[in-house]
């Protein structure tokens, strides 16, 4: 596609149940980001994958947090067993991971509610 | 200490002012982005720089690489302007984006 497509771009859940939030890079695009902003504060690094591997992964705060991207092009964050201390908007990035410098683009968000 | 730091974290100014955005880092880079968010808004990237100087308008941003040293320039200030500017490196270990706190611009009319 022409940008970075996250879903869904709202979800709401209750305490204790499962999500998922997909990201849909630019084709093309070897390097993926996630992040997680709350409100009033900066992003915050989760995930960062180069082609289908977990280049670096720890800013995943825990083990109920986990993301995957298989084909190395569709990334999904999963959340197990939400709390409402994971309300936030979740960011997606993707870049061409080529020589030199890399435009960086954003998705929309995926906002989070926890209730 | 951390790998990108920026200043100031805060800024107000008038209408009209010259505006500059600093951000130091201690790594090695691949590249630098600077980025701008308005409040209740999604992320927009304004530049990606790996060497030298960039114009877009009335945004100019540099960086000088022997000093890991870049900064984010706006000239004739607008209150549209009013946003978090935000510094980010590409690691040239590993592509890794690390990210400034950001800078808080409020341009009052």
């Known amino acids: 596609g022409a940008g970075v497509s996250q879903t869904p771009s709202n979800k709401v859940t209750e305490k204790g149940k499962y999500v998922e939030l997909r990201c849909d890079p630019i084709?093309?695009?070897?390097?993926l980001y996630w992040y997680r902003q709350s409100l009033g504060q900066g992003p915050e690094f989760l995930i960062y994958?180069?082609?289908?591997?977990?280049?670096?992964d720890s800013g995943l705060p825990n083990d109920r947090f986990f993301a995957v991207r298989p084909e190395g092009s569709v990334s999904t964050l999963k959340i197990q067993r939400t709390e409402r201390g994971d309300s936030a908007v979740y960011l997606c990035?993707?870049?061409?991971?080529?020589?030199?410098?890399?435009?960086?683009?954003f998705g929309a968000g995926s906002r989070l509610t926890v209730l | 200490k951390n790998e990108v730091e920026q200043s100031p974290q805060n800024l107000t100014a008038q209408e009209g002012e010259f505006i500059t955005i600093n951000c130091s880092y201690s790594?090695?880079?691949?590249?630098l982005h600077w980025l701008q968010q308005h409040p209740g808004g999604g992320i927009v990237s304004l530049f990606m720089?790996?060497?030298?100087?960039k114009k877009h308008g009335r945004l100019i941003a540099t960086i000088n690489i022997q000093e890991k040293h870049s900064s984010l320039h706006i000239t004739a200030s607008h209150p549209r302007d009013s946003a978090v500017y935000i510094c980010a490196v590409e690691k040239d270990s590993n592509y890794q984006l690390i990210w400034g706190a950001g800078t808080k611009l409020i341009i009052k009319p």
């Open positions: 720089l790996s060497s030298g100087k």
């Open positions: 084709s093309g695009h070897t390097a």
């Open positions: 790594v090695g880079i691949s590249a």
């Open positions: 990035a993707s870049s061409f991971q080529g020589a030199g410098a890399n435009v960086l683009t």
């Open positions: 994958f180069q082609g289908t591997g977990a280049a670096d």
